[in-house]
């Protein structure tokens, strides 16, 4: 798929390959497949299909190599990985990613030290753990509620990630957590908010292994079978080009010769995650009063608990089996207005964050609680860019500016308190009390180019993620998303992402028509 020749012009110029990107070059192949599309990666490609979740690659020491070629311009082999119990407040970044070098905490405010970013095909979603529930109430988009498109838009982007709630099913240790959970929790919840399978973008193959979804899973055959589109990859978009007020091209640098090339197209999405999606605006001049605004992270709280009770599975010989990803699950206590805090519980191999050692006597005893919150949103809480110094790909370099409100404060202490409750559930706390991730840990970035009804300064795209002031020009991915989820945002980011694409797709289409 991969080619150095850049074309002069394209009807699709897509920046960013991860889902969000995938979603549009997935919908336009499918509704209007006549459209030519071109998707620039300033990434390598490290996993086959390009875009595959590098969890999929059976060969450990192949799957580290492709970890560490996606951590950015200054990628290296002989990285200190994260290896160890991540309980401290250290600055490290997880496989697959790398974090902001610089600028992620300004004086006298609480930041984001440890914001972290993929550069790779595939973007983060070759590194997640692939959960993708639904928003609930006030994480709910009330523009899109109110005409009954939000769950036809989530549905839509359950079918593109490939979401199941099946694939753990044979887990003999989900279930009794999930019932565990559920009897201190279900009562005072409504029949869709209870404790349940987390939705995952994760299916078994017909022949047993686990298949996680990554952007080759979004783009699918029929993109790949696409003679249109074509996927660039160690490509970077250094700017939009606008002409008459409209959306032109861009300008893309080839990472490996450093050749640069003009490429003209009639629409232009920039999905290249919720901090370089307003960089690649920002270093273009189109600079709405909301870009970069509203930007919120997910504060994380978690616990590790022994299960109680506990009865290791055994083989024929009587030996505890290991290999837990085949017998471990995602529990999901999902947000609630009332509860507003996303419950993602799972036994240790499975969760990013490793909490504590696995007791090899008695593995997939120990259960990793994770509790999400929703950010106090605040224009105030925004990444600005230099005019002056640039970044490892040299482009604009980041200011984040982050502070945590009474509100959040607040917060974050009853979800303290709430997940000592729900752990206790389950079996006995490892420790006296649960730990605060550093903030942006969660890597769920999020409002910097939102969407809004109006053009009004507190949105910088419109419903169908054009940007206000730029037709032709879309946003995509989580920066889109106008309100504080708790919850996992890969589903909504698609999800809007799929609104902006069919609305690309109507008009090539209705242009075609006239002709
Ligand atoms: C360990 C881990 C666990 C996670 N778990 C979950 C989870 O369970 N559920 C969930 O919802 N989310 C999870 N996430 C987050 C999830 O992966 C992201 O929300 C998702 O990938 C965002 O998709 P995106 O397409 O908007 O951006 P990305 O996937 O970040 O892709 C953006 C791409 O744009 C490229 N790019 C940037 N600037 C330029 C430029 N100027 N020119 C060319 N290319 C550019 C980048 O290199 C990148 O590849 C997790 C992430 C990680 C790392």
Redesign the pocket.
């Known amino acids: 798929m991969s080619t150095r020749v850049y074309p002069a012009q394209v009807d699709v110029a897509i ?8 979603t549009y070059a997935r919908i336009l192949s499918e509704r209007a497949s006549s459209a030519t599309i071109a998707m ?4 390598p490609t490290v996993s086959d299909p390009p875009g595959a979740h590098v969890k999929n690659i059976a060969d450990a020491d192949e799957r580290a190599h492709a970890q560490r070629r996606s951590e950015g311009p200054h990628a290296r082999e002989d990285d200190d990985r994260v290896g160890g119990i991540v309980k401290s407040a250290q600055r490290r970044a ?1 496989p ?2 790398y974090l902001l070098e610089s600028g992620y905490q300004a004086d006298g405010e609480d930041g984001l030290p440890v914001a ?10 070759a ?6 529930p639904r928003p609930n109430d006030s994480e709910r988009i009330g523009f899109l509620d109110e005409t009954g498109e939000l769950d036809e838009l989530l549905s839509e982007g359950e079918r593109l990630l490939g979401v199941t709630t099946d694939a753990f099913d044979a887990s003999p240790y989900a279930g009794i957590v999930r019932e565990r959970l559920a009897a201190v929790e279900d009562a005072h919840r409504d029949a869709d908010e209870r404790v349940q399978r987390m939705p995952l973008a994760v299916h078994r193959r017909d022949d047993g292994p686990l298949v996680w979804s990554g952007s080759d899973v979004v783009l699918g055959d029929i993109t790949r079978g696409n003679p249109n589109f074509t996927l660039f990859d160690e ?4 700017r939009v080009l606008v002409e008459d007020g409209r959306a032109a091209g861009v300008v893309v640098t080839d990472v490996r010769t450093g050749e640069r090339r003009d490429v003209r197209a009639r629409f232009v999405v920039v ?4 901090l ?1 999606t307003p ?2 605006l920002w270093a273009s001049g189109i600079r709405p009063d909301a870009l970069g605004r509203y930007l919120n992270d997910q504060a994380q709280i978690v616990f590790a608990v022994r299960m109680r009770d506990f009865t290791p599975v055994v083989d024929a010989d009587g030996v505890p089996q290991t290999g837990l990803s085949e017998y471990t699950g995602v529990t999901w206590v999902p947000f609630t207005d009332d509860m507003p805090f996303h419950g993602q519980v799972m036994q240790l191999d499975a969760s ?1 964050v490793k909490l504590a050692d696995d007791d090899p006597a008695a593995p997939g005893s120990i259960v990793g609680l994770g509790l999400f919150c929703a950010k106090d949103l605040q224009a105030s809480d925004r990444v600005a860019f230099s005019d002056s110094d640039v970044d490892g ?1 040299g ?1 604009p370099a980041m200011q984040l500016h982050y502070t945590l409100s009474d509100r959040d404060h607040a917060t974050i202490d009853r979800a303290k308190a709430e997940i000592v409750r729900l752990g206790k559930a389950i079996g006995d706390p490892l420790d006296d009390r649960p730990f605060v991730m550093p903030l942006g840990a969660s ?2 970035y999020q409002g910097t180019v939102r969407m809004g009804l109006a053009d009004d300064g507190a949105s910088v795209c419109s419903p169908d993620s054009e940007v206000w002031g730029a037709p032709g020009l879309f946003v ?3 920066g889109v998303i106008p309100t504080a989820t708790a919850c ?4 909504t ?1 698609v999800a809007l992402a799929v609104r902006g694409a069919r609305h690309i797709a109507d008009e090539i289409t209705a242009d075609l028509a006239s002709v």
Not at 15 to 22: H, M
Not at 116 to 125: E, H, I, L
Not at 271 to 274: E, G, R, V
């Open positions: 920046v960013g390959s991860g889902p969000a990107g995938a620039f990666e300033v990434g997880r697959g990613t972290a970013f993929s550069s790779n095909v595939g973007g983060m979603a590194h997640w753990t692939g959960a993708c490509s970077l978009v250094t999905a290249a995650d919720a370089r960089q690649l990013p790909y482009m890597l769920h995509a991915g989580n996992n945002p890969t589903l980011g």
